[in-house]
């Protein structure tokens, strides 16, 4: 969702900033803009993408060396240029850039109003920045006071950075329940909402945590203080980021690129964790938790979107292999449900941003009915991977392409050394089986890399039902949560309306939009319920649709009835997800393009959803 960059050194400030919001695109918005201050405090912004922005103000005078710039994804207002950030205070003496919700925004405005400010925009952002313009003259206090004395009257969430035209040198930033850090270069400061815009000046780094504020002055010094007054001891750390990471390297679009580093980001979430040689699966982030999740009387996931899914392959695995119970939560419906929670309850909470606010609010509420929660997170550091308890990062690498394709792979890697982990501790599986299945998953690496080269027929599907209306994806067992993943894919690029569905529930309701002018997707491997799976194939067979299958290499069944097919190699059962999903992938990938879509960043969508 929204992005923030702010800078202040010895540098020009705009370059940074303007290449800072390029960083920041993939993570979804609508409008941009930048606040520099030289001798006079100036806000330029613009609706659009950050290059109407560059537009509007290539010809004025964009020197100084301090400076915010910002994306928006609207929440509060429609997006247009008035209700882009930043935001001037009343005098315009202040500016200010901001990432989350104020939710008492409309009893601050009232109040404000009734001593005569007038608003421009219909922004909580706008409220705030008054707020603190009203405090910091009444009450006679610098700006690093005036945001922390403001932010005791806020309910909800923020990350903030202010300048003031009167203090030339000094970045005022803050934080609550949305991330913000700060890099720390040899001579300057950086302060961006993740670590993306940072990274190619500097590896030094500090995350604010929740409810601090950060005084950050040219002539190097960062002073923290929480907004209760008490001073904070800055805790640097060491980015691991890779500018590499962050280019499309030779792609046409960042999505394609992490459909193909799939193979090394699936090594790389089993590597120090799956030993093949040594038989054994450990996963050190949890080691502390074993003995809580294998006397666990049920396992709760919580999770969003694709996370979600991948949390439904976990409740699979978790129970065919490790025999414990496992119940799959959207995040959004059980923070508002009244679940019932129990003390002795572990709480998964699966999360490639680290960041998604159902899912942060799910935990507090687990957390606050004394569960043990466990997180599954691809960002490190990310506000998810610090309130839970203890966790496993997937190491999946940054994922930029706005839809979700590495990150799930990994999440399901990761679960299934859960799961191998469990069942091992519980005796579950004869250490045969369980060897078997822990050589087959360190084959993964190279089946996803065969699995990938299956182009030349997905792009051949993908011509021939690039312009229809709908699409149904069917699967049973493992892959009904493929079905599902398939189905989201395509929708959230291509626009196309899809639905995922376990197959045998076709004929108590969807089988009726079948038709000659339907395709249907079918994951219809060779394992578990492939004969019932054949069946739903026939029954969509006989009323016309269109029927294209992933198949188990060598299948013959159902090439002989498939309008398509793509083979996928041959696996255990449990482990088909994690091949089964690359060339639906593809499939949404080659569709969207050849439909004109903005592949990385569809519309309305963010990266991390950060708000409710
Ligand atoms: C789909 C997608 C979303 C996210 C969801 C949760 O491609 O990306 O459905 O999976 O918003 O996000 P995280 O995993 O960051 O919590």
Partial sequence: MCGIVAYVGPKEAYPILINGLKRLEYRGYDSAGIALLNSSLNVYKAKG??????????????HGTIGIAHTRWATHGEPNQVNAHPHYSQSKEIALIHNGIIENYASLRKELESRGYVFESSTDTEVLTNL???????????????????????????????????????????????????????????????????????????????????????????????????????????????LSALEKGGFEHFMLKEIYEQPHSIRDSMRGRLHADLGTVSLGGIIDYEQKLITAQRILVV?????????LVGEYLIEDLARIPVEVEYASEFRYRNPVIYEHDVVIAISQSGETADTLAAIELAKSKGATILGICNVVGSSIARATHAGSYTH????????????????????????????????????????????????????????????EVVTRIATQFKDVRNFLYLGRGYNFPVALEGALKLKEISYIHAEGYPAAEMKHGPIALIDEEMPVVFIATNKGTYDKVVSNIQEVKARKGKVIAIVTKGDTIVKGMADYVIEIPETEEMLVPLLATIPLQKLSYHIAVMRGCNVDQPRNLAKSVTVE
């Avoid at 993408?49 to 964009?62: A, F, G, H, M, N």
């Avoid at 923290?224 to 805790?235: A, C, D, G, V």
Wanted: charged share 25%.
């Fill in 49 to 62: 993408k950050v290059s109407d922005l560059e537009d509007i103000i290539k010809d004025t005078d964009l």
């Fill in 132 to 242: 603190i313009e009203d405090i910091k003259i009444n009450e006679n206090v610098d700006l690093f006071e005036a945001v922390r004395i403001a932010l005791n009257q806020v309910i909800g969430a923020y990350a903030i950075v202010v300048i003031s035209r009167n203090d030339p040198d000094t970045l005022i930033a803050a934080r609550k329940g949305s991330p913000l850090v700060i890099g720390i270069g040899t001579d300057d400061y950086y302060v961006a909402s993740d670590a993306t815009p940072i990274v190619e000046y500097t590896k030094n780094v500090v995350y604010l945590d929740d409810e601090e504020v950060a005084q950050i002055r040219r002539n190097n010094t960062l002073k923290i203080k929480t907004i209760r007054n008490h001073e904070k001891t800055p805790y640097v750390q060491q980015l691991e980021l890779n």
């Fill in 303 to 311: 999770a969003c979107g694709t996370s979600w899914h991948a949390g």
């Fill in 396 to 455: 999946a690498g940054p994922e930029i392409g706005v839809a979700s394709t590495k990150a799930f792979t990994a999440q399901v890697t990761l679960l299934t050394l859960l799961a191998l982990r469990l069942a091992q501790l519980k005796g579950t599986l004869s250490k045969s089986r369980f060897l078997q299945i822990l050589n087959e998953l360190d084959r993964i690496p190279e089946k996803v890399e065969e699995t990938l080269k299956t182009s």
